[in-house]
């Protein structure tokens, strides 16, 4: 038995709709036209690209500094770079050096040293006749330091470096034989000036037996023609002359010796 299906003749029968795929494929390029032709409304519709996270995370480069160009860097003057480099590599060491604590070796050190200029200072004082007669050069310096310590430099006493070449007594007048002249020729053997010595005079009698004694500084047996603080030239020689009384001493010879004259 047929049964009429009114619906069963109202239904329309479709064909199945066919879904095409979404597929991600890059844009076209400019230059090329899009093709022709009606398109589904899923094809015509841009396809959405993929986000890129890879590109996402990774943070733009910075800007470059612009670097400024040599010739437009100004030249520092040469006395401030001088003195820069003298700040830095003379300057800051010596005084990191001095404020640091001195170890104890630096102690004895400049113990040393100040007990070598004591000890130099004391030996120039002592000498300073013989260091300004051999040197020149330090004469005018050590006459400045005495004229502080309130010293005098003198020439230096060597009567051991001054010998007696000759000596000799005679009578001046007959008539008179007390009144005698000593003569000597002394003989410098030193290379730098020397201060006259002083004469040691002895006369004795017949048996040679010390009858007086007398000491002359250069400035009694000297004449006028010679200085007493000019000294002895080196290798020099000179003859000096002394007129003497004796008295009633009745002398029949002497004794005479150089030694080192009194320093006034």
């Known amino acids: 038995m047929n049964v009429f299906d009114g619906f069963q003749a109202l239904a329309v029968e479709q064909a199945p709709a066919v879904i095409d795929p979404i597929r991600f494929e890059p844009d076209p390029k400019p230059s090329e036209p899009a093709p022709a032709g009606p398109q589904s409304p899923a094809s015509s519709a841009s ?40 700040q830095g590599r003379i300057v800051t060491p010596l005084r990191e050096r001095a404020l640091r604590k001195p170890s104890p070796n630096a102690a004895r050190i400049a113990l040393c040293a100040l007990l070598g ?33 309130g010293c005098t430099v003198t020439l230096p006493q060597r009567p051991d470096l001054v010998k007696i070449e000759a000596s000799d007594v005679h009578m001046i007048d007959a008539n008179r034989p007390a009144l005698i002249q000593l003569t000597a020729t002394l003989r410098s053997y030193a290379s730098y000036d020397l201060a006259y010595p002083a004469l040691d005079l002895v006369l004795t009698n017949a048996n040679e ?32 002359a002394l007129d003497l009384d004796t008295g009633d001493l009745n002398a029949a010879g002497f004794r005479l010796d150089l030694i080192a004259a009194p320093v006034p």
Do not use: W
Not at 76 to 86: D, L, N, Q, S, W
């Open 117 to 149: 200029f004591v000890l130099a200072s004391q030996m120039a004082y002592a000498f300073r006749s013989q260091l300004a007669a051999r040197y020149p050069v330090m004469k005018s310096v050590l006459n400045g330091v005495c004229g502080l310590a």
């Open 47 to 86: 396809p959405t690209p993929a986000p890129d996270f890879a590109a996402r995370a990774k943070p733009s480069p910075p800007a470059a500094a612009a670097i400024p160009d040599v010739a437009e860097i100004p030249a520092k003057p040469i006395g401030e770079r001088v003195r820069e480099f003298a």
């Open 209 to 240: 037996h010390a009858l007086a004694r007398r000491i002359f500084v250069p400035a009694q047996y000297l004449d006028d023609t010679r200085d007493p603080e000019s000294g002895i030239p080196p290798r020099a020689e000179i003859t000096v």
